[in-house]
T-cell receptor
Framework: GAVVSQHPSRVICKSGTSVKIECRSL??????MFWYRQFPKQSLMLMAT?????????EQGVEKDKFLINHASLTLSTLTVTSAHPEDSSFYIC?????????????FGPGTRLTVT | AQSVTQLGSHVSVSEGALVLLRCNYS??????LFWYVQYPNQGLQLLLK??????LVKGINGFEAEFKKSETSFHLTKPSAHMSDAAEYFC??????????FGAGTTVTVRA
């Protein structure tokens, strides 16, 4: 089956620093990747959609200068949280869509727990 | 725009009892519907999906869901709950842009 990995699984950083999270599709080419944020006991909130080789599309209310997304290859997308603050602490999950067909299914990564101190 | 509403934020069942999780959708186009399960501190695992083929969809771990257009529903069921079914369950709908809209989630607890 299609596998999506995320790295790191957990990260703790100090306020004001930047953190990069990687999302990789291991056995398929992902033309589209999605980044979600999930607060405790809440649902997933879509932050942005990234297509390989083009700029990411951000959802309303998401600061694109704070959450930098790069989708440089068909198997890798990165999310960089710049100048992180404690309120950015959350569970970040990526997903990927197999671009070889017309399927609407997304394959999810295991998530990254970010804690900003 | 598409959206889903999950009725009941928390469901508690006895081991061996029926599990029923409710999901209603709103969509201006024929929907693609999904049920996902999430265990603590993990990503989402697909249980099953509806993509306009059979209205009764069978998934993994004994789960199934029935698409009812007249009721705009896609309820998830499992005949006999197991302790390992304790988790968070999300219903989701996809639009033509491939974006997923998730319901608020339902927490399932299983009593021994």
């Amino acid at each position: 089956g299609a596998v999506v990995s995320q790295h790191p699984s957990r990260v703790i950083c100090k306020s004001g620093t930047s953190v990069k999270i990687e999302c990789r599709s291991l056995d398929f080419q992902a033309t589209t990747m999605f980044w979600y944020r999930q607060f405790p006991k809440q649902s997933l909130m879509l932050m942005a959609t990234s297509n390989e080789g083009s700029k990411a599309t951000y959802e309303q209310g998401v600061e694109k200068d704070k959450f930098l997304i790069n989708h440089a290859s068909l198997t890798l997308s990165t999310l960089t949280v710049t100048s992180a603050h404690p309120e950015d602490s959350s569970f970040y999950i990526c997903s990927a869509r197999d671009g070889s067909g017309s399927s609407y299914e997304q394959y999810f990564g295991p998530g990254t727990r970010l804690t900003v101190t | 725009a598409q959206s889903v509403t999950q009725l009941g934020s928390h469901v508690s069942v006895s081991e061996g009892a029926l599990v029923l999780l409710r999901c209603n959708y709103s969509s201006s186009v024929p929907p693609y519907l999904f049920w996902y399960v999430q265990y603590p501190n993990q990503g989402l695992q697909l249980l099953l999906k509806y993509t306009s083929a059979a209205t009764l969809v069978k998934g993994i771990n004994g789960f199934e869901a029935e698409f009812k257009k007249s009721e705009t529903s896609f309820h998830l069921t499992k005949p006999s709950a197991h302790m390992s079914d304790a988790a968070e369950y999300f219903c989701a709908v996809s639009g033509s842009d491939y974006k997923l809209s998730f319901g608020a989630g339902t927490t399932v607890t299983v009593r021994a």
